[in-house]
């Protein structure tokens, strides 16, 4: 089993910057594939960024490409989300997410994980 806590989130104005951190424990092994979701009220949770295991295979929502960077560190069992350039519509509570998947694989839809943090809420004023 794998255990995922999220950190980061908070209040900051349009334009500003964040950044996730999701730390994992337990059977890091099976975080192959890692992922940032987000779910605003009333709305189905959303693809936001993954990254496979190696992290040489990134791949990003189209809304937030150009200003959100994901990143991992397996030395220290932990992923990244660098939010910058933040709008309102970036509203969400942001979930990360770890799925034991082929040898570097990825993954943009929710079936790809099996592994879920208790989310952190992110909120941009204008």
């Known amino acids: 089993q794998v255990q995922l806590v999220e950190s980061g989130g908070g209040l900051v104005q349009a334009g500003g910057s964040l950044r996730l951190s999701c730390a994992a424990s337990g059977r890091t092994f099976s975080s192959r594939a890692m992922g940032w979701f987000r779910q605003a009220p009333g709305k189905e949770r959303e693809f936001v960024a993954a990254i496979s295991w190696s992290g040489r295979k990134t791949s990003y929502a189209d809304s937030v490409k150009g200003r959100f960077t994901i990143s991992r560190d397996n030395a220290k069992n932990t992923m990244y989300l660098q939010m910058n350039s933040l709008k309102p519509e970036d509203t969400a509570v942001y979930y990360c997410?770890?799925?034991?998947?082929?040898?570097?694989?990825?993954?943009?839809?929710?079936?790809?994980?099996?592994?879920w943090g208790q989310g952190t809420q992110v909120t941009v004023s204008s």
């Open positions: 997410a770890a799925g034991n998947i082929g040898w570097d694989s990825i993954s943009d839809d929710v079936r790809g994980y099996n592994y």
